[in-house]
């Protein structure tokens, strides 16, 4: 298993994923050069608002934040193609109640690509009033792209949900940062939104 930090200032990592080239890049997307393919998992967009209508309040700047980041990634790589994959709304109500200046700002950086929306467990059903085109996987070339690993994979799949992180030990301090999680047939995602933390184990 290969595991490539997501949250750093260096260099993307190369990988290669049933035979096709792809960067790993440090803030937590994956871009396919052949293809002009970029793949981002676990927006968590409204994640804020969603935690605010059950009463609990964080501060909220996630969306604005993520779409920063997001925007910054797109303009570095200009991709043709984007593929979210999945857990992009935090919850149904947020791409229907996202404020106007983040829904503009969603729609700028989607404007002249096509955009794939993997339907995840927080948000099963298509981004109301957000164009793009809401799947329950893609399939391109030789790869698969969900929101859940599958039980038994198949070469090729890349998905989301786990919210990989590592962790490392040295000189009695430890860091932990979010990251790819690899074996060269399959790779999951890290989450990409601001306030995406690892998920608990049950």
């Known amino acids: ?76 790589y200009r991709p043709k193609t984007v593929i979210s994959l999945g857990d992009s709304f935090h919850d149904r109500r947020g791409a229907s109640e996202m404020p106007g200046p983040f829904r503009d700002e969603l729609l700028m950086l989607m404007e002249g690509r096509t955009w794939l929306w993997v339907a995840g467990n927080h948000d099963p059903d298509a981004p109301a009033g957000v164009p793009g085109e809401t799947v329950k996987e893609v399939t391109w070339g030789p790869l698969v792209f969900r929101h859940q690993p599958s039980v038994r994979p198949a070469a090729g799949e890349i998905a989301g949900h786990l919210h990989p992180c590592a962790r490392i030990v040295q000189r009695g301090r430890s860091v932990r ?17 601001a306030n995406a933390r690892k998920k608990k184990k049950k």
Do not use: N, Q
Request: hydrophobic share 45%.
């Open 1 to 76: 298993m290969t595991w490539v930090e997501a949250a750093g200032t260096g260099r993307p990592s190369e990988v290669a994923i049933a035979g096709r080239r792809a960067c790993c890049d440090w803030s937590g997307v994956l871009f396919f050069p052949d293809d002009a393919l970029l793949v981002v998992s676990d927006l968590h967009l409204e994640k804020g608002a969603a935690f605010a209508r059950r009463g609990s309040f964080v501060p909220p700047y996630d969306t604005a934040a993520t779409l920063l980041r997001l925007g910054a990634v797109i303009a570095r």
């Open 177 to 193: 940062r979010r990251c790819f999680a690899s074996d060269g047939r399959r790779l999951v995602m890290p989450a990409f939104g």
